[in-house]
């Protein structure tokens, strides 16, 4: 007989350990399988650790109102748990007229997704919050903010086992096959290849939550699940950059991201980016090469910065639905009911602002979660 658990997890990145615990509180028996040796260590620990205020997204998408309830959600987490982090809040500048038009539109899609804070500013107001800073206009955020994500990720993973939940490291799911009402697990560890029975599978695998998918049975191109890499990279500045500007400085959002921005950690280094750009595959090493293109994009307003102070630093892989090109697509968070797979709950495209938002996804779950159990 195969050991059988009321709920598997795939992956514990944000998305995992956060729905984990969720699930967990809500006494059902949860069982997270993550195929590296450890918590975090994909995209999950490779990105800017950018509280989002909930801007960017188009109102009522799950983008817009995961964001704007999970940095409520975040901020009161790292206050009662001592997490570090800084509301330092964050400019969008305008370089041209357009950019301007931009910064209106950007100022509207934030109060009709509730984020009823943010400040226009006009050159000299900018000059007065950021002297340093070149913009001919720009867009406060007072509600943005940085944090420590490795250690709101440890505190999930420590909260998550504290309620119950059991993690399966270095262990692969390779296989999902639906049996009568639940699903065999097949995973591959260092012993061989084993499987468990779940009555509930949630997908959390990040990259490969598309592939997960197609596994369980899904035509993924049909669905229109199926993942485009887009690699973002980072480049630091020298130390006597430190301190110049205080606050997060965002340029108008790209198509793929939201613009190479200027970020000042809490370790006090100094970091751009990142970019966006399509890959095919997984490489998280950083071309040398983008300097230029960096300190192009950064000298619009950051005028004092110097081509010789960039040196490559990190990268990250964002897993987008949206491809080159391509408009708007929303976070996928489906019980698959309609498909064929009740019980099956997917997440995919979970790029940003994932991080900000974990906390109220894996409550969005959870819920999903409790009602398949009534
Ligand atoms: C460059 C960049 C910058 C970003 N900046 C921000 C930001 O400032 N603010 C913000 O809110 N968001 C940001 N994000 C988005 C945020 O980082 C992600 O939304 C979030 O980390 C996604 O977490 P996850 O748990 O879904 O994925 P992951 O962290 O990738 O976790 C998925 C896990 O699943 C595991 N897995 C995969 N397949 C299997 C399998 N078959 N079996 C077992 N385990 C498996 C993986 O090993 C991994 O650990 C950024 C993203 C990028 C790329």
Redesign the pocket.
């Known amino acids: 007989m195969l050991p059988e658990v009321d709920v598997a997890i ?7 350990l956060a729905t984990a615990r969720e699930i967990a509180q809500g006494k059902k028996e949860v069982f997270v ?4 040796r450890s ?6 620990s ?7 205020a909930g801007i960017y997204y188009p109102e009522d998408s799950l983008k817009a109102e995961l964001c704007v309830e999970g940095k409520k959600l975040l901020y009161n987490l790292c206050d009662k748990h001592n997490i570090a982090y800084k509301r330092c809040g964050k400019i969008i500048v305008a370089s041209d007229e357009n950019e301007i038009n931009w910064l209106k539109e950007l100022y509207e899609q934030g109060r009709k997704n509730g984020v009823d804070d943010l400040v226009p500013l006009s050159r000299t107001e900018v000059k007065k919050l950021e002297p340093n800073i070149e913009a001919r206009a720009g867009l406060l955020s007072p509600s943005s903010g940085i944090f420590d994500s490795h250690n709101l990720l440890k505190f999930l993973y420590s909260q998550a086992r504290e309620e119950g939940a059991a993690f399966v490291f270095s ?4 296989g999902v096959e639906r049996t009568g009402t639940k699903y065999k697990v097949q995973i591959r560890d260092r012993d061989g290849i084993s499987a468990v029975i779940a009555h509930i599978i949630v997908n ?5 939550s598309d592939k ?1 998918a197609q596994l369980v049975g899904i035509d993924i191109a049909k669905s229109g699940y199926r993942l485009h890499y887009c690699k ?1 990279e980072y480049f630091s500045l020298d130390s006597k950059y430190r301190n110049l500007v205080s606050r997060l400085i965002y340029p108008v959002p790209e198509q793929a991201g939201h613009g190479i921005h200027w970020r000042q950690a809490l370790d006090g280094r100094v970091l751009l980016g ?1 970019s966006a750009r399509y890959v095919e595959a997984i490489d998280y090493s950083v071309d040398e090469t983008h300097r230029q293109y960096f300190y192009n994009s950064a000298k619009r307003f950051l005028p004092f910065v110097e081509l010789e102070d960039l040196a490559p630093e990190s ?5 987008k639905l949206q491809g080159a090109g391509e408009d708007f697509r929303d976070f996928i968070i489906a019980h698959e009911e309609k498909t064929g797979f009740p019980g099956l709950i997917n ?1 995919i495209g ?9 906390l109220a996804i894996a409550r969005y779950v959870g819920k999903m979660v409790d009602d398949l159990f009534d």
């Open positions: 795939i992956g514990a990145g944000v998305i995992g399988f993550e195929k590296n918590s975090g260590l994909e995209t999950s490779r990105n800017s650790e950018v509280i989002h262990t692969e799911v390779i959390c695998a990040g990259l490969n997960i973002g990142p990268a990250g892989i964002r897993p997440l979970i790029e940003s602002p994932g991080l900000t938002a974990a």
